[in-house]
């Protein structure tokens, strides 16, 4: 029974994805974008694809003498079947002398969420062996760290439990034998509550069924101990606000030891977004640009809809996905005229029918004061918004005007231009710290990052918060993809349901999965510690 309610879950996954897909293939198509995936398996047609292949790979072999693959176990199946001819072209030999150098470490591999393997690592090692007669070299001697730190990572890492997650440890080793370092061990701040049980069956409808969250202060608990121990360091001048680094597993509870740093009054700085740009109110103001530009942007215009410009209710957008016609924009000019003047979807159809004309025809900074004007803008967000937020939702589309004046002064009509730069500046906001208390009087912060933004820095006092969170997937259902590291191709692809009615074949694999997940954590660990 468990494993035909298997069979039939995994048939309507399959063909729900495949729809998706199709459609994602279809928005991006529509704006001439790719995806990280894309670029990745689109090279890989390219050095794989016979009609094109070899030409491909002679030219590059022409061009590299030397070949440094760095940060090698964060490599996943498709980039190495990607880079796997270069290889075997290198290999092939030729006239001149040629090298190859791959630099990895299997215990930093932290990425498994964008597919990377760390057992390629050694797949990689192998055919160096077989194909060029390469060696191996281990590094087992820090440049950076601490008697102290190196003492504890070994400790930890060669204690029989931890032994089995990172197998092949060995001892390490430090130049910096002179370094004075300090380890502080806290007990661990357990939860005061469990979440409470779901009380629907099956799939949770999140339109219905809120996620069922329970308060749990545990993780405020522990920032307020890490703030008390930091004010500590300051007041012994011991340590600056400046040399203190937190890292958290993940920014799930970032929000609560913000809230415990603010409450102490200590400065800090962190990844939290919620810029500018970022913001959706901002959004939505793109995707109307978006939509005057190319009107044919049917996933633009629903969110233009559905925004508070025009407040089209869930079943007149459902009404008009359904309208026969081609393009979104043809439709909303068909049903608008057997529907009432005031109607939303026609006096959607009226203003933007309007600002289309003026599109490239006058500066942004005046096409965005008509919109504004005539769609009476800030009073329709105002009214769609708490009040606790009305202020900074005002600031923000009051400084998106100000923002197209600044570019190019504000003279120049080009939207495509305009939207370009928006983008440019909202990977500038992407690439820096967003969220920061005042500077204290020296202009001096804490530091707030997760353990994957902070691989490779260094700080003179590091805080692991967040350790004893498990880092588990959540119960339910949830996507499973193996792919081995010396095959071809996934080996399982496949929809896991809760524990009650998971097959013997589905739980087997799902008990892979977890040996994997209890591997990376012990990686994330190592990664934290040194």
């Known amino acids: 029974h468990k494993r035909r309610l298997t069979l039939r879950i995994n048939d309507a996954w399959y063909r729900a994805g495949q729809r998706m897909l199709e459609h994602y293939q279809r928005i991006k198509r529509e704006r001439r974008l790719l995806d990280f995936a894309d670029l990745e398996w689109h090279s890989y047609q390219l050095l794989n694809h016979p009609d094109h292949a070899h030409w491909i790979q002679f030219k590059l072999d022409q061009r590299i003498d030397h070949l ?116 502080e061990l806290w007990p661990l701040i357990g939860p005061e509550n469990e979440p409470p049980a779901p009380t629907h069956n099956g799939l949770r409808n999140p339109l219905q069924h809120p996620r069922a969250l329970a308060v749990d202060r545990r993780y405020y608990r522990e920032g307020q101990a890490i703030a008390r121990r930091i004010e500590k360091l300051v007041e012994q001048r011991t340590a600056s606000y400046n040399d203190i680094l937190i890292l958290m597993r993940s920014r799930t509870h970032l929000a609560d030891y913000e809230a415990a740093l603010r409450d102490r009054g200590i400065p800090y700085l962190s990844l939290d977004r919620g810029t500018l740009l970022q913001s959706l109110e901002i959004r939505d103001l793109e995707a109307l640009l978006v939509v005057l530009m190319t009107p044919q942007d049917n996933l633009s215009l629903a969110q233009v809809l559905r925004s508070p410009i025009f407040s089209v209710a869930d079943e007149d957008l459902v009404r008009l996905s359904r309208a026969s016609g081609g393009p979104w924009i043809d439709r909303l000019h068909d049903l608008s005229k057997d529907l009432d003047a005031d109607h939303p979807l026609c006096r959607a159809h009226r203003l933007l029918r309007e600002w289309r004309a003026n599109a490239g025809r006058i500066p942004i900074h005046d096409l965005l004061e008509r919109i504004f004007h005539e769609s009476n803008l800030l009073n329709r967000y105002q009214a769609a918004f708490p009040d606790a937020q009305m202020a900074r939702v005002c600031a923000n589309l009051t400084r998106f005007i100000e923002l197209a004046l600044e570019i190019d002064a504000g003279r120049y009509p080009s939207l495509p231009r305009f939207l370009e730069r928006v983008r440019q500046l909202r990977n500038l906001e992407k690439e820096g710290p967003s969220q920061a208390t005042p500077l204290s009087e020296h202009r001096q912060r804490v530091c707030l990052l997760t353990i994957h933004a902070a691989k490779g820095l260094e700080a003179p006092v590091v805080v692991l918060a967040d350790s004893n969170s498990a880092g588990n997937s959540p119960p339910g259902y949830q996507r499973l993809v193996r792919w081995p590291a010396e095959s071809d191709c996934p080996s399982d692809f496949m929809l896991l349901s809760s524990s009650k009615q998971r097959d013997g074949i589905s739980q087997a694999r799902y008990q892979l999965e977890q040996q994997q997940e209890e591997r990376e954590s012990a990686n994330l660990l190592y990664v934290a510690l040194t």
């Open 68 to 183: 440094l693959i760095d940060e090698f176990q964060d490599t996943n199946p498709t980039q190495w079947r990607l880079i796997l001819p270069l290889l075997e072209e290198m290999a092939a030999g030729g006239e001149r002398a040629r090298s190859l150098f791959i630099v990895g470490d299997a215990k930093q591999s932290i990425y498994r969420f964008r597919r990377g393997n760390p057992e390629l690592l050694g797949v990689a090692a192998e055919w160096m062996r077989s194909h060029l007669q390469a060696s191996s070299i281990s590094l087992d001697h820090s440049w950076r760290s601490s008697p102290a730190v190196m003492d504890l990572v070994n400790r930890v890492f060669q204690h029989p439990d931890m032994e089995k997650l990172l197998p092949g440890f060995q001892t390490h080793s430090t130049h910096q034998q002179e370094l004075w370092g300090q380890i």
